[in-house]
């Protein structure tokens, strides 16, 4: 098959500088009503639960899922599928254990949960290192799949995909703020799902709309194995462990945990999980049928040829349906996808720094609202110069481990602390400065011994850590960390504010 | 961050004591049904991915048995998808018809 995939065409970059002109119109607008600390941070809590739903999504829904879990049906079936499942199970516990409490304590930041009641300058940067860690992972990952993805798709060189990335993100946060960052997350979301729609449809088509046929037509040219389990998931520990980070993970990530701070109020958050959830199951359950699509009728072969991970199945089978315009149009998506969510973790990672850092730390919370917006913006600067200059420094690395490195780092470091200040009275500083950094050096320090960089990447012969993801290790130590280093310390005052703080965290009574 | 005040401030000015609430049977009883709801839900949870994840650990012939044109697998993995979706609506249901109602009411006693 003769594919324009590679070299710019006239619909590809069309319709990107379509959507980076939408965006930035959007920014436009949002940088007009960005004015205060909370219009910068929060979106002056102006967001409603369907669109907050909807931009939760776009900052979850990344190219990599969309390239990568479309590429991995493709090429190795059902073992596709299992990975797509992985990906939903988080929403439903965050919705559970986290999402109301979160909304009623905190005001912009998850560490403002964490450091309620607890002494305010080593929780605050305990939280912020560990939320930045895991910040950072996730945009390496990004950046670099940003780089790669754009140097496939549009032949456009490696580096100055990497800072059109950066520019045109910066100027979202950087002037608009969370207002232009949701809406450009609403529009990402909303371009993505039509997109993958589309295709879908456009799949299904070929197979007189009949998911039983694709799956036939897919054993017939591959055998049963395709629909079979295959090699991804065998070692039952390890598949748990791994099961763990991607649930509990989504629970720890400061950039989605940020957003429930966007709407007015607990019953609003809870809201827009469910359509958050919606919107990505019903994501990853219409990938599959894509990615079965293009082993069927564009062929493994074809597709491992451009990329042996597989991530240019959906382009090449958007290709092959739609014709060039369609490719271009899922070109431009894909481009788009990867700009709003580096914007989204620009955003908390220049909360982290200003919010927790510099007005609780610092300036022992006293700063004008008008330094705190001013911090804001040299923080988004500072930080996504970091993010070009990673993207820059991992050119060329295998960097799939990066997203699992940045889940197990938010199960083990975020969570657990989060979870604990809302649920155990018991709760001191100490606990929570010491789960914090337990998980933290825990799963970094276990995922270099894994398999995953021991062996893929270094290849020794064999690893130090049996596990390839740590989480069911890294996230128990950090639970039992802060469990008994509570338990060795007191702090009275902590405990006395926990039964002040019910009011707020059941009734909503004080909440920002 | 005025953390704590809230409760604190507003004791003693009006028909009930913030205090006396916190510890009313009601408010107690609240928090231990929102937190038996979070906890039945997480369990089914579990019960719904960890034993997707298991069996195809330890079971793979049987989700490779053929059910219509597909697999018991992807039968199984659809139905993850669309039971997670499902207990999440089902929390926000019984938020809406069973926690708020009483949410409104404990507030409306606060001075």
Redesign the interface.
């Known amino acids: 098959m003769q594919s324009s995939l590679g070299t710019p065409t006239f619909s590809s970059i069309a319709f990107f500088l379509l959507i980076v002109a939408l965006t930035l119109v959007v920014t436009y607008w949002a940088a007009r009503r960005t004015k205060s600390a909370a219009e910068f941070f929060a979106a002056g809590r102006s967001i409603g639960a369907f669109q907050n739903g909807l931009a939760l999504a776009g900052d979850y829904m990344s190219a990599a899922s969309f390239l990568g879990i479309t590429g991995l049906v493709a090429l190795s079936g059902f073992d596709g599928m299992i990975y797509a499942t992985g990906w939903l199970v988080g929403w439903p516990a965050l919705m559970f254990l986290i999402a109301e409490p979160l909304r009623n304590l905190g005001k912009f930041t998850f560490a403002d949960v964490v450091a309620f009641r607890l002494r305010q300058a080593p929780v605050r940067i305990a939280a912020a290192v560990g939320g930045i860690l895991t910040l950072l992972f996730y945009t390496i990952a990004q950046m670099v799949g940003a780089g790669n993805l754009v140097m496939l798709m549009f032949g456009i060189p490696y580096t100055v995909a990497v800072v059109i990335v950066g520019g045109v993100m910066l100027a979202y946060v950087l002037f608009g703020g969370m207002i232009a960052t949701t809406w450009v997350q609403i529009i990402k979301a909303v371009l993505l799902l039509f997109g993958v729609t589309v295709l879908a449809v456009l799949v299904l088509a070929q197979f007189a709309f009949s998911p039983g046929q694709l799956y036939q037509a897919t054993a017939a040219r591959y055998g049963a194995a395709a629909l079979q389990p295959g090699g991804l998931v065998t070692d039952p520990i390890d598949a748990v462990s791994l099961g763990l980070a991607l649930m509990f993970g989504l629970l720890g990530l400061p950039h989605i945990l940020m957003r429930f701070y966007t709407v007015k109020d607990a019953k609003a958050a809870r809201t827009s999980v469910v359509y958050a959830t919606g919107f990505i199951g019903y994501f990853y359950l219409i990938i599959p049928i894509v990615g079965f699509g293009a082993a069927t009728l564009v062929g493994r072969d074809t597709i491992a040829a451009m990329d042996r991970g597989g991530n240019m199945a959906a382009p090449l089978i958007a290709e092959l349906l739609g014709g060039t315009a369609f490719l271009g149009f899922i070109a431009a998506v894909a481009f788009a996808t990867i700009l709003a969510v580096v914007a989204g973790l620009t955003l908390a990672g220049a909360s982290a720094l200003s919010h927790d850092i510099f007005l609780h730390v610092v300036r022992r919370g006293q700063a004008t609202e008008a330094e705190q917006v001013r911090v804001a913006r040299l923080a988004t600067l500072g930080f996504g110069i970091v993010a070009v200059l990673l993207g820059v420094l991992f050119q060329g690395q295998n960097v799939a481990f990066m997203v699992g490195l940045a889940f197990a780092v938010a199960a083990s470091a975020n969570f657990p602390p989060l979870l604990l200040s809302i649920l155990w009275a018991r709760f001191t500083t100490a606990g929570a400065v010491a789960s914090i950094v337990v998980g933290a050096l825990l799963s970094v320090g276990l995922i270099v011994l894994s398999p995953t960089v021991m062996v893929d990447l270094a290849h020794y012969p064999a690893a130090l850590f049996p596990l390839r993801n740590p989480a069911i290790v890294s996230m128990s130590a950090a639970f039992v960390a802060g469990i008994v280093t509570s338990l060795l310390t007191s702090e009275p005052q902590a405990r006395a504010r926990f039964e002040d703080e019910k009011v707020r965290v059941y009734l909503g009574v004080g909440a920002e | ?1 005025p ?6 401030t507003r004791e003693g000015s009006g028909t009930t004591r ?1 205090a006396d ?2 510890a009313s049977d009601e ?1 107690r009883h ?2 231990r049904r ?2 038996r ?3 039945v ?2 369990a089914a ?1 579990f019960v ?3 034993g ?3 069996l ?3 079971n ?1 012939p049987l ?2 048995t ?1 059910v ?4 018991l ?2 039968v199984l ?2 139905a ?3 039971l ?2 499902a ?3 089902g ?2 249901i019984w ?2 018809a069973s926690y ?1 109602p009483d ?1 409104r009411r ?2 409306a006693r ?1 001075p």
């Open positions: 961050m953390a704590g005040q809230t409760a604190t913030t609430l916190l408010f609240l928090v929102r937190w709801a979070s906890i839900l997480t949870l719904i991915y960890y997707f994840i298991l195809v650990a330890l793979k989700l490779g053929p219509g044109s597909g697999t697998g992807i993995g659809v993850v998808i669309l997670s979706w207990i999440t609506l929390y926000v938020a809406n708020d949410v404990l507030r606060l």
